[in-house]
């Protein structure tokens, strides 16, 4: 990953990873997240990075919250598919 606005794919982990700069923090989301918020049985890495292009905003949203909640700065946390889809819910209300 090159630079704080990045992401990629883990194939070791079988998830996409961002930096969240707020925390200072890499964020992982697993594959299965992106089955229940895609509603895709079986997403490719692909897929994935593109729904997080196109819903990165409620991705960084629910990474505020948690964040916000107390993992240690600097320390990489996961999201699941309930927080990250808190914050679209969130997003859409606004």
């Not at 299965?32 to 509603?39: E, G, Q, V």
Request: hydrophobic content about 45%; proline content about 4%.
């Amino acid at each position: 990953m090159a630079g704080a606005s990045s992401y990629d794919w883990r194939i070791d982990l079988d998830a996409l990873v961002f930096f969240h700069p707020a925390s200072g923090s890499r964020c992982f989301v697993h594959r299965l997240a992106f089955r229940a918020l895609t509603r895709n049985a079986s997403p490719t890495a692909q897929d994935c990075m593109r729904w997080f292009a196109t819903h990165r905003a409620a991705f960084e949203a629910a990474a505020d919250e948690k964040a916000g909640c107390g993992p240690v700065p600097g320390n990489a946390f996961n999201l699941n598919s309930r927080e990250i889809r808190r914050a679209l819910r969130m997003l859409r209300t606004r």
